[in-house]
């Protein structure tokens, strides 16, 4: 059954029409990312981004050492925006994004498990729920990414703590890794480079533009030839050195490291709450639950 929220949801995510929505969701039998790609096919929709349900509050964080060697991105959830903004709750997620930057943890459990830096005696989970009970509120670490370089990294945290992003360079200087962390906080590549989009992705896109070009009326092999025109533009998109510059959009990101001498090696951009959705209160159930 097709309800009316999944059309909804399908509309948001979409931009298309309502009555768009419901057919195609009918003919992929409720398929919410079928029914995107068969949006897209026709012409109707672009490509829904990840980025489209972000919902949960927190707070993204960086660090970077004096030497600009080592840095580290992290991401805190907490359950709402009022929290997000105590300073206690602040000053526990900078420990934690210097914890990693310092302690090096594989991954989540090991953070967890690791013994604080800033308080002696109790591991980053102890101090997380002390936090929890402090504040009242449920708190957790969602993720961290970490870089250490023989050439230089860069941060960059935009709206008070919203999107985080981490830059390291190769060789080049400070100021172009502070114009590459800008360009990923405005731009939100995916990829590095043309090398780096997995070839199934690829491959998925070009089925799709040659839909497209099908559903035009042009014939198979003029639609070939569409494609091959039309995939530059999927890459111009996704991929952080084919991407217009920010600062002059005559330019590409790789037109513009190069001009400075330097070279890109990867990058992180993490935005508050990506991907999570956001609990939604209903009070009077709430309060008929108090009563009950």
Request: glycine share 8%.
């Amino acid at each position: 059954m097709i309800t009316a929220e999944l059309v909804k949801d399908l509309r948001e995510k979409t931009g298309a029409g309502m009555m768009d929505c419901k057919k195609v969701l009918t003919e992929t039998d409720g398929d919410m990312d079928k029914a995107i790609e068969l949006l897209r096919e026709r012409g109707i929709a672009k490509a829904a981004k990840k980025s489209d349900r972000i919902a949960a509050e927190g707070l993204v964080a960086a660090y970077v050492t004096a030497d600009k060697k080592v840095g580290a991105l992290v991401e805190v959830n907490a359950e709402t925006d009022f929290v997000a903004k105590n300073a206690d709750f602040r000053s526990f997620v900078a420990d934690v994004v210097e914890q990693v930057a310092e302690k090096n943890p594989a991954n989540l459990d090991e953070l967890l498990s690791q013994e604080s830096i800033k308080v002696a005696g109790k591991t980053v989970k102890d101090v997380l729920t002390d936090k929890i009970a402090t504040i009242g509120e449920n708190m957790s670490i969602r993720r961290f990414v970490r870089f250490e370089s023989n050439g230089l990294v860069e941060s960059y945290i935009h709206g008070d703590g919203k999107i985080g992003v981490l830059v390291e360079l190769g060789k080049g200087e400070s100021e172009v890794a502070k114009d590459v962390c800008m360009q990923v906080a405005a731009a939100r590549p995916e990829y590095l480079n043309r090398t780096a989009v997995p070839q199934e992705e690829v491959a998925k896109e070009m089925e799709i533009l040659k839909a497209q070009a099908m559903n035009e009326g042009k014939p198979a092999e003029i639609a070939e030839k569409m494609v091959l025109g039309r995939i530059g533009k999927f890459y111009g998109e996704i991929c952080l050195l084919e991407q217009p510059f920010v600062k002059n959009p005559d330019q590409k990101v790789q037109d513009m490291v190069s001009s400075k001498g330097a070279e890109v090696e990867r990058f992180a951009r993490f935005e508050k709450g990506e991907g999570l959705e956001k609990r939604e209160e209903n009070f009077a159930e709430e309060v008929m639950k108090q009563i009950k």
